[in-house]
Protein backbone atom coordinates (compact mmCIF):
# COMPACT_ATOMS: atom_id res chain seq x y z
CA UNK A 1 0.00 0.00 0.00
CA UNK A 2 1.33 3.30 -1.02
CA UNK A 3 1.26 6.76 0.36
CA UNK A 4 0.66 10.47 -0.37
CA UNK A 5 0.74 13.46 1.78
CA UNK A 6 -2.27 15.18 1.86
CA UNK A 7 -0.86 18.14 3.50
CA UNK A 8 0.32 19.33 7.13
CA UNK A 9 -1.59 21.33 9.71
CA UNK A 10 1.03 23.90 10.71
CA UNK A 11 1.79 25.58 14.22
CA UNK A 12 2.12 29.35 14.63
CA UNK A 13 4.79 31.17 15.21
CA UNK A 14 6.60 31.04 18.69
CA UNK A 15 6.39 33.83 20.58
CA UNK A 16 8.37 35.21 23.83
CA UNK A 17 6.80 38.46 25.38
CA UNK A 18 9.19 41.28 25.44
CA UNK A 19 11.41 39.95 22.39
CA UNK A 20 10.52 40.46 18.62
CA UNK A 21 9.65 37.86 16.36
CA UNK A 22 11.47 38.26 13.16
CA UNK A 23 9.40 36.98 10.10
CA UNK A 24 11.60 35.68 6.55
CA UNK A 25 9.57 36.61 3.17
CA UNK A 26 10.47 35.15 -0.13
CA UNK A 27 11.50 37.61 -2.22
CA UNK A 28 8.94 36.27 -4.63
CA UNK A 29 6.35 37.44 -2.89
CA UNK A 30 4.50 33.87 -2.55
CA UNK A 31 5.85 32.26 1.02
CA UNK A 32 6.52 33.49 4.43
CA UNK A 33 8.78 32.39 7.22
CA UNK A 34 8.34 31.34 10.66
CA UNK A 35 9.96 29.25 13.62
CA UNK A 36 8.10 26.98 16.27
CA UNK A 37 10.53 24.03 17.66
CA UNK A 38 12.87 22.71 16.18
CA UNK A 39 11.19 23.48 12.78
CA UNK A 40 10.72 26.26 10.24
CA UNK A 41 7.52 26.77 8.94
CA UNK A 42 7.18 27.69 4.75
CA UNK A 43 3.64 29.20 4.39
CA UNK A 44 1.87 30.64 1.25
CA UNK A 45 0.71 34.17 2.16
CA UNK A 46 -2.15 33.92 -0.42
CA UNK A 47 -3.46 30.45 1.22
CA UNK A 48 -2.28 29.95 4.56
CA UNK A 49 -3.75 26.16 4.51
CA UNK A 50 -0.62 25.32 2.24
CA UNK A 51 2.53 25.06 4.02
CA UNK A 52 5.94 22.94 4.05
CA UNK A 53 8.16 22.29 6.78
CA UNK A 54 11.83 22.40 7.54
CA UNK A 55 12.58 19.64 9.98
CA UNK A 56 16.30 19.36 10.12
CA UNK A 57 17.47 21.32 12.99
CA UNK A 58 18.25 19.33 16.27
CA UNK A 59 17.28 22.55 18.63
CA UNK A 60 14.84 24.93 18.70
CA UNK A 61 14.62 27.29 15.60
CA UNK A 62 14.32 30.96 16.29
CA UNK A 63 14.81 33.01 12.55
CA UNK A 64 14.54 32.13 9.10
CA UNK A 65 15.41 34.03 5.97
CA UNK A 66 15.20 33.47 2.14
CA UNK A 67 18.26 35.23 0.10
CA UNK A 68 17.61 37.48 -2.43
CA UNK A 69 17.46 35.12 -5.20
CA UNK A 70 15.19 33.01 -3.51
CA UNK A 71 16.80 29.70 -4.01
CA UNK A 72 17.99 29.08 -0.60
CA UNK A 73 16.68 29.40 3.01
CA UNK A 74 19.37 30.20 6.14
CA UNK A 75 17.85 29.45 9.55
CA UNK A 76 19.36 29.55 12.47
CA UNK A 77 18.98 28.46 16.23
CA UNK A 78 19.09 28.43 19.93
CA UNK A 79 22.88 26.95 19.70
CA UNK A 80 24.12 29.59 17.35
CA UNK A 81 23.90 27.07 14.39
CA UNK A 82 22.95 27.67 11.47
CA UNK A 83 21.80 25.69 8.41
CA UNK A 84 22.01 26.94 4.45
CA UNK A 85 18.93 24.87 2.67
CA UNK A 86 17.64 24.44 -0.77
CA UNK A 87 14.35 25.66 -1.82
CA UNK A 88 14.07 24.63 -4.78
CA UNK A 89 13.69 20.83 -4.21
CA UNK A 90 11.08 19.43 -2.06
CA UNK A 91 13.38 17.75 0.11
CA UNK A 92 15.28 20.74 1.11
CA UNK A 93 18.89 19.40 0.38
CA UNK A 94 21.65 20.98 2.57
CA UNK A 95 24.09 23.36 1.11
CA UNK A 96 25.93 24.20 4.31
CA UNK A 97 26.14 24.08 8.44
CA UNK A 98 28.54 26.52 10.47
CA UNK A 99 28.33 27.68 14.18
CA UNK A 100 29.72 31.82 13.93
CA UNK A 101 29.07 31.98 17.09
CA UNK A 102 27.65 29.94 20.89
CA UNK A 103 24.67 31.23 21.63
CA UNK A 104 20.82 32.20 20.28
CA UNK A 105 20.59 33.30 16.92
CA UNK A 106 18.21 36.32 16.61
CA UNK A 107 18.31 37.79 13.17
CA UNK A 108 20.25 36.86 10.40
CA UNK A 109 20.33 39.07 6.66
CA UNK A 110 21.32 38.17 3.62
CA UNK A 111 23.28 40.62 1.11
CA UNK A 112 21.69 42.05 -1.88
CA UNK A 113 23.68 39.89 -4.33
CA UNK A 114 22.97 36.53 -1.35
CA UNK A 115 26.68 36.29 -1.71
CA UNK A 116 27.22 37.31 2.25
CA UNK A 117 25.26 36.51 5.81
CA UNK A 118 25.18 38.84 8.82
CA UNK A 119 24.06 36.38 11.82
CA UNK A 120 23.77 38.41 15.00
CA UNK A 121 22.10 37.10 18.50
CA UNK A 122 23.35 36.63 22.20
CA UNK A 123 26.70 34.51 21.72
CA UNK A 124 29.29 34.03 24.70
CA UNK A 125 31.91 36.37 23.33
CA UNK A 126 30.62 37.67 19.90
CA UNK A 127 27.08 39.18 19.08
CA UNK A 128 27.44 39.28 15.22
CA UNK A 129 29.37 38.16 12.62
CA UNK A 130 29.17 38.77 8.98
CA UNK A 131 30.69 35.45 6.45
CA UNK A 132 30.90 34.27 3.06
CA UNK A 133 27.57 31.70 2.83
CA UNK A 134 29.29 28.88 0.68
CA UNK A 135 32.56 29.02 3.10
CA UNK A 136 31.59 30.51 5.64
CA UNK A 137 34.76 32.46 5.78
CA UNK A 138 34.14 35.81 7.87
CA UNK A 139 34.23 39.21 6.13
CA UNK A 140 35.12 41.78 8.63
CA UNK A 141 33.49 41.75 12.55
CA UNK A 142 30.33 43.23 13.49
CA UNK A 143 31.93 45.19 16.55
CA UNK A 144 31.33 47.26 19.21
CA UNK A 145 28.31 46.17 21.06
CA UNK A 146 28.68 45.27 24.73
CA UNK A 147 25.29 43.47 25.13
CA UNK A 148 23.01 40.81 22.69
CA UNK A 149 22.29 42.12 18.92
CA UNK A 150 18.41 41.88 18.52
CA UNK A 151 18.46 43.41 14.90
CA UNK A 152 20.27 43.53 11.80
CA UNK A 153 20.31 44.58 7.96
CA UNK A 154 22.04 45.36 4.64
CA UNK A 155 21.51 48.07 2.24
CA UNK A 156 20.21 47.02 -0.30
CA UNK A 157 22.40 49.33 -2.84
CA UNK A 158 25.78 50.52 -2.75
CA UNK A 159 28.12 51.83 -0.86
CA UNK A 160 27.10 48.90 1.42
CA UNK A 161 26.64 49.28 5.12
CA UNK A 162 25.10 46.52 7.70
CA UNK A 163 23.04 48.09 10.58
CA UNK A 164 22.64 46.68 14.10
CA UNK A 165 20.21 46.96 17.16
CA UNK A 166 21.33 45.72 20.37
CA UNK A 167 19.86 45.37 24.57
CA UNK A 168 22.93 48.14 25.00
CA UNK A 169 20.68 50.90 23.90
CA UNK A 170 23.04 51.21 20.91
CA UNK A 171 22.63 51.05 16.87
CA UNK A 172 25.98 50.86 15.63
CA UNK A 173 26.69 50.90 11.60
CA UNK A 174 29.01 49.37 10.02
CA UNK A 175 30.90 50.01 6.30
CA UNK A 176 32.54 47.29 3.41
CA UNK A 177 32.79 44.84 3.02
CA UNK A 178 35.37 43.82 4.88
CA UNK A 179 32.97 45.18 7.03
CA UNK A 180 34.17 47.44 9.58
CA UNK A 181 32.56 49.47 12.35
CA UNK A 182 32.05 53.26 11.13
CA UNK A 183 29.48 54.51 13.95
CA UNK A 184 28.01 54.04 16.85
CA UNK A 185 23.90 56.08 17.87
CA UNK A 186 22.69 56.15 21.39
CA UNK A 187 19.63 58.38 20.61
CA UNK A 188 17.41 54.89 22.29
CA UNK A 189 16.72 55.01 25.87
CA UNK A 190 16.05 51.25 25.87
CA UNK A 191 16.36 47.67 24.34
CA UNK A 192 16.52 48.53 20.12
CA UNK A 193 14.38 45.46 18.68
CA UNK A 194 14.39 46.26 15.36
CA UNK A 195 15.87 48.33 12.52
CA UNK A 196 15.34 48.06 8.57
CA UNK A 197 17.00 49.79 5.70
CA UNK A 198 14.47 51.33 3.04
CA UNK A 199 13.93 49.35 -0.74
CA UNK A 200 16.35 52.46 -1.72
CA UNK A 201 18.66 51.74 1.15
CA UNK A 202 18.77 55.93 1.18
CA UNK A 203 17.56 55.82 5.21
CA UNK A 204 16.87 53.44 7.78
CA UNK A 205 14.74 53.23 10.92
CA UNK A 206 15.13 51.79 13.97
CA UNK A 207 12.57 50.56 16.97
CA UNK A 208 13.17 50.34 20.54
CA UNK A 209 11.15 49.63 23.96
CA UNK A 210 11.19 52.75 24.51
CA UNK A 211 8.15 53.39 22.13
CA UNK A 212 10.19 55.82 19.58
CA UNK A 213 10.77 55.01 15.58
CA UNK A 214 14.17 57.25 14.93
CA UNK A 215 15.43 57.83 11.21
CA UNK A 216 18.80 57.90 10.01
CA UNK A 217 20.38 59.06 6.70
CA UNK A 218 21.53 55.14 4.97
CA UNK A 219 24.76 56.17 4.38
CA UNK A 220 26.07 58.34 6.85
CA UNK A 221 23.98 57.10 9.88
CA UNK A 222 23.11 60.68 10.54
CA UNK A 223 20.00 61.62 11.92
CA UNK A 224 17.32 63.09 9.82
CA UNK A 225 13.73 62.57 12.17
CA UNK A 226 11.62 60.28 14.07
CA UNK A 227 7.87 58.93 13.72
CA UNK A 228 5.29 60.34 15.84
CA UNK A 229 6.91 63.15 17.67
CA UNK A 230 8.83 62.01 21.25
CA UNK A 231 6.86 58.53 20.49
CA UNK A 232 5.58 56.57 18.45
CA UNK A 233 3.48 53.95 20.02
CA UNK A 234 3.17 53.65 24.13
CA UNK A 235 4.82 50.56 24.34
CA UNK A 236 7.99 48.72 22.87
CA UNK A 237 7.75 48.97 19.37
CA UNK A 238 9.27 45.04 18.25
CA UNK A 239 8.23 45.23 14.09
CA UNK A 240 8.65 47.62 11.45
CA UNK A 241 8.66 46.90 7.93
CA UNK A 242 8.48 49.06 4.62
CA UNK A 243 5.70 48.52 1.92
CA UNK A 244 7.55 47.59 -1.40
CA UNK A 245 7.58 51.25 -2.60
CA UNK A 246 8.76 52.26 0.27
CA UNK A 247 6.65 55.56 0.77
CA UNK A 248 5.05 53.82 4.09
CA UNK A 249 6.08 51.50 7.19
CA UNK A 250 3.77 49.11 9.19
CA UNK A 251 5.02 49.08 13.02
CA UNK A 252 3.69 46.75 15.57
CA UNK A 253 3.83 47.29 19.08
CA UNK A 254 3.45 45.88 22.68
CA UNK A 255 0.75 48.25 23.22
CA UNK A 256 -1.43 45.94 21.41
CA UNK A 257 -1.66 48.15 18.10
CA UNK A 258 -0.33 48.44 14.95
CA UNK A 259 -0.10 51.31 13.17
CA UNK A 260 0.63 52.53 9.29
CA UNK A 261 3.16 55.05 8.65
CA UNK A 262 3.26 58.04 5.77
CA UNK A 263 7.30 57.76 5.21
CA UNK A 264 7.47 61.43 3.73
CA UNK A 265 5.46 63.26 6.58
CA UNK A 266 6.63 60.31 9.32
CA UNK A 267 3.11 60.56 10.86
CA UNK A 268 0.63 58.07 11.47
CA UNK A 269 -1.76 57.09 8.62
CA UNK A 270 -4.06 54.36 10.65
CA UNK A 271 -3.88 52.74 14.03
CA UNK A 272 -5.16 48.81 14.06
CA UNK A 273 -6.55 48.06 17.54
CA UNK A 274 -5.57 44.53 17.84
CA UNK A 275 -7.46 43.99 21.66
CA UNK A 276 -7.01 44.70 24.98
CA UNK A 277 -5.45 41.44 26.58
CA UNK A 278 -1.80 40.50 26.73
CA UNK A 279 -2.54 37.96 24.24
CA UNK A 280 -2.67 40.69 21.96
CA UNK A 281 0.70 42.22 22.09
CA UNK A 282 1.79 42.45 18.17
CA UNK A 283 5.26 40.88 18.39
CA UNK A 284 6.22 41.12 14.85
CA UNK A 285 4.59 42.38 11.61
CA UNK A 286 6.05 41.61 7.48
CA UNK A 287 4.71 43.81 4.31
CA UNK A 288 4.34 41.18 1.20
CA UNK A 289 2.90 42.79 -1.98
CA UNK A 290 -0.79 43.71 -0.98
CA UNK A 291 -0.92 41.62 2.15
CA UNK A 292 0.11 43.85 5.75
CA UNK A 293 0.63 40.79 8.47
CA UNK A 294 1.30 40.89 12.24
CA UNK A 295 1.95 38.43 14.88
CA UNK A 296 0.62 38.66 18.16
CA UNK A 297 1.85 37.36 21.27
CA UNK A 298 -0.57 34.24 21.37
CA UNK A 299 0.78 33.62 17.90
CA UNK A 300 -2.04 34.13 15.87
CA UNK A 301 -1.40 35.57 12.43
CA UNK A 302 -3.31 38.86 11.43
CA UNK A 303 -3.57 40.40 7.96
CA UNK A 304 -4.31 43.46 8.12
CA UNK A 305 -7.02 45.76 6.09
CA UNK A 306 -6.33 49.52 5.35
CA UNK A 307 -9.49 50.66 4.80
CA UNK A 308 -11.12 49.23 7.75
CA UNK A 309 -8.45 49.11 10.53
CA UNK A 310 -10.66 47.89 13.38
CA UNK A 311 -11.36 44.25 11.72
CA UNK A 312 -8.21 41.96 10.43
CA UNK A 313 -9.37 40.20 6.79
CA UNK A 314 -8.22 37.05 8.59
CA UNK A 315 -6.66 35.63 11.44
CA UNK A 316 -4.81 32.52 10.90
CA UNK A 317 -4.80 30.66 14.32
CA UNK A 318 -5.13 27.23 15.72
CA UNK A 319 -8.61 25.60 16.30
CA UNK A 320 -10.44 23.40 14.93
CA UNK A 321 -10.85 25.53 11.87
CA UNK A 322 -7.19 26.83 11.81
CA UNK A 323 -7.29 29.24 9.24
CA UNK A 324 -9.95 31.18 10.04
Known amino acids: MSFESGGAFACVPATERGRALVLGADPKGKNYLYCNGNSVFIRDVENPAIVDIYTQHSQPTTVA ?17 IRIWDTTQKEHILKNEFRPFSGIVRDIVWSPDSKRLVIVGAGNQQFGVPILWDTGTTVGEISNHTKAINSVDFKPTRPFRVVTGGDDYAVVLHEGPPFKYKKMILDHSNFVQVCRYSPN ?25 SFGGEKAHK ?10 DGTQILTCSGDKTAK ?32 MLTVSLSGFINYLDKNNPDTPLRV ?9
Do not use: R
Request: a negative charge; hydrophobic letters at 35%; charged letters at 15%.
Open 65 to 81: KYAPSGFYICSGDITGK
Open 201 to 225: GEIFVTGASDGTMLVYDGKTGESVG
Open 235 to 244: GSVFGLTFSP
Open 260 to 291: LWDVETKQAISTFQMGTEVQDMQQGCLWMGSH
Open 316 to 324: VKVCKNPYI
